[in-house]
């Protein structure tokens, strides 16, 4: 049974070609493209708000250095937060529960902030690994605690997207399971647990929401410490 909890989580293939391909390249076809046009339709001009109200939200605390990003972390977080939303329809696959989907993205981005810090203000990068007024003889044991911090950032990134997403499907799958078994035996209970279902399922649109926010955030973080 555990393994057929776990086999949605599989990447699937047709033919020998792994579909995870077509799912990440279907939220860019999904998105609509704005036109030339003086006066676009009420699709365009909805996600047009979201993206200049996200990007002004989420760039408002760095400087203009930082501004350069605006592009490439708008992207990512439509991005995943496409995948995390077609991932909840029936019969679909979630790139966004491959832990190797979510350090390939995660790693790079964290080691492009990383780079940027130590190109434009080595002192000051390098500053964050020993706070100021330490003691000297915890110097060395702080330098190596503030160093495996730094490191487990795109651990932390990675693996918080993924065992999100993956706890609330495997929920969604747990009660639904026990909705079909308790239908013929107790339908009052049944219904009952399909109302908790469903609610889960609202639940679960909002976490795939709230982690593709926080995924970019914790970016935007990161490259405010080294801009």
């Known amino acids: 049974m555990a393994l057929n909890l776990f086999d949605q989580f599989m990447s699937p293939t047709h033919l020998g070609i792994p579909l995870i391909a077509i799912a990440l390249t279907l939220p860019w076809i999904l998105i609509p493209t704005p036109t030339n046009r003086y006066q676009n339709n009420r699709l365009i001009s909805l996600q047009s708000w979201f993206i200049k109200s996200f990007t002004h939200q989420l760039l408002m605390p760095l400087n203009k250095g930082g501004h350069k990003w605006a592009m490439i972390l708008a992207s990512l977080m439509i991005f995943i937060l496409t995948l995390n939303i077609l991932g909840l329809l029936p019969y679909t ?6 832990l190797s989907l979510n350090m390939g993205l995660a790693v790079p981005l964290w080691l492009a902030t990383v780079i940027i810090g130590l190109r434009n203000q080595p002192t000051a990068a390098l500053g964050h690994l020993l706070p100021e007024g330490t003691p000297t003889p915890l110097i060395p044991i702080l330098i190596i605690i503030e160093t ?22 495997l929920l969604i799958q747990l009660i639904a399971t026990a909705v079909f078994v308790l239908l013929p035996m107790m339908p009052t209970v049944a219904i009952l647990t399909a109302a908790v279902l469903f609610l889960l399922t609202l639940l679960e649109v909002a976490v795939a929401m709230i982690q593709a926010y926080v995924f970019v955030l914790l970016l935007s973080l990161y490259l405010q410490e080294n801009v």
């Not at 696959?93 to 491959?98: E, L, Y």
């Not at 495996?148 to 499907?169: C, D, E, K, M, Y």
């Open 148 to 169: 495996i911090s730094l490191f487990i950032r795109p651990l932390a990134l990675g693996v918080r997207l993924t065992a999100n997403l993956t706890a609330g499907h």
């Open 93 to 98: 696959f979630t790139p966004t529960t491959q």
